[in-house]
Structure formats: C-alpha cells, structure tokens
C-alpha cells in the first residue's frame, strides 16, 4: 500500500451553490495529478453526487451545517471523502474506520440513495460508505494510462 | 456555475436551448421553466443540450420527471446534440432507452 503523499480538505456551507465549488477544486486537484479528461470529469459526477447527498441530509435534518471535502492524493490515485457531519474529522481514522468494502452495505445505501449513488459506484473504481451520525462517502479513482506530465523537468547537465 | 434556458416555440414544437452547468442548484431552476411546458394534450419539447458542460443525476431526474409528465398527455420529449460525455450518462442508467436522445456528432434532431 502507498502512503498518502498530500491531503487536501475543504469545509463548505451545506448549500446546493458550494458544490460547484467542490468540482473545480477536484478538477485542479485531479488535472494537477495527470488525470485524462474522462477520468476528471467521471471524477466530478462521483464528487458532486456525494456532495449533493450530504447537503440533502443536512438540509432534511434542518441543521444546516457543513460537508468536509478530503482529498488523499496519491502516487497512482486520488482517494476522495465526502462527510456530512459538521465536524472535522480524521482522515487516516475515518478510513481505518470504513473497513473492508463488502457489497451488501452499498447495495442498501443504492436503493436509499438513487441513481446518485449508482453513478458514484460506476464511476469509481472504490467506493464504501460509512454511516455514523452522518453519511461518508469514501471513493477512489485509480490514475490509468499515460500520465500527462505537468511537472517541469528540469535537466541539470553538471559539468565539473 | 450557471445555467441559461432559451425557450423558443416553432412549428414542430418547443424547443429549448440548455447551456451550462446542471447540478443540486440549477436543477431546481430548469425543473421550474421547463415543467409547466408539459402541461396540456400532445406536447412536443425539444431539448437542446449542445452547450451543458455538465450533468449529473439532478438534472437526469428533471427529464424523468419532464418525460413521465409528457407521455400521461400524449406529450413526447427529444433530448438532441448531446455530447459523448453526456451520452455515456444516459447510457450507464439506462435512460438512453427510454428517453429519445440524440448525439451531437449526429447533427441533433434526427
């Protein structure tokens, strides 16, 4: 397993408005990465979806709140987490609380969720669910094929 | 983050011009301008999604919702030049075969 090379986390107002937000900040996040234009915009449904769950739960609970948007990134993929709750979590502990997928859990949350859930679950190549006092979505998309290179090489000729 | 909705009414029947993106919260706005098109006997509406740059179950629940409405009237509903990326959306939740879409590469309208 690799480590987690960065983590990105953004916190924003249980409203339908912010969720664009959510998009742009994965479409730099993920084109950053090398992400090719399927995998980002696959990536953008997945996160929009989750994100318009926990704004719906929030709202149905009328609480207001907050969704926390993390972002693992990795290497080879981009781990993405969606939680309702309004507090900040632990990333590292949210995830070793979700244990192993297991397909009975989701297939539950598919007929709850809608269609939402369905696209998030095609689109991605992970996905698990934990419910506590809120929802979290907990999603990966491995980065396949070429890697776009958006790094700036620079070559040093050292001539001693 | 915004969306744009032209309605023009022609011979054929309505046809409206989507532009933009549809999520949680324009959703709600395009359901509320499109929705009360479907009233009445035998409607027909066009819809052109040449220039949504996204969608996602929200806005596929306004068609459903648009499409349900027409079909107890007697009403049908064209989705026209949509885009690959919005074709694979229809066809992945299997509302490619319910709702009469059309891709862009086609030239629309067939």
């Known amino acids: ?160 | 983050m915004n969306i744009t909705i032209n309605k023009h009414q022609q011979d054929e029947g309505i046809v409206v011009l989507v532009g933009g993106e549809i999520d949680a919260f324009t959703a709600p706005k395009l359901r509320e301008e499109i929705l009360p098109l479907a009233e009445g006997e035998n409607k027909s509406i066009t819809i052109n999604l040449k220039d949504v740059s996204y969608l996602d179950s929200t806005g596929l629940g306004v068609f459903v919702g648009l499409f349900k409405q027409l079909k107890q009237h007697d009403g049908e509903l064209r989705l026209i030049e949509l885009s690959d990326r919005l074709i694979k959306l229809f066809e992945i939740t299997g509302l490619s075969n319910i709702i009469d879409i059309s891709a862009h590469s086609e030239g629309g309208g067939r």
Not at chain 1, 50 to 77: C, L, M, P, R, W
Not at chain 1, 84 to 101: H, I
């Open chain 1, 1 to 160: 397993m690799s480590e987690v090379m960065d983590y990105i986390e953004m916190k924003i107002p249980a409203k339908p408005e912010y969720i664009g937000v959510v998009r742009l900040t994965l479409s730099g996040i993920s084109s950053r990465m090398g992400y090719t234009y399927e995998e980002i915009e696959d990536m953008k449904i997945a996160v929009s979806e989750a994100s318009t769950n926990a704004v719906q739960h929030a709202y149905n609970k009328d609480e207001g709140g907050e969704v926390i948007v993390g972002f693992g990134i990795y290497e080879d993929k981009l781990e993405i987490v969606v939680a309702d709750s309004g507090r900040s979590f632990n990333f590292l502990q949210t995830k070793s609380e979700l244990g192993p997928y297991t397909e009975s859990s989701t297939v539950e949350q598919l007929a709850e969720g809608g269609l939402g859930l369905f696209l998030i679950e095609t689109l991605m190549d992970e996905v698990r669910i934990l419910n506590h006092s809120g929802v979290t979505v907990f999603m990966v998309k491995n980065r396949s094929g070429e890697r776009d290179n958006h790094d700036t090489t620079i070559s040093t000729h050292e001539t001693n």
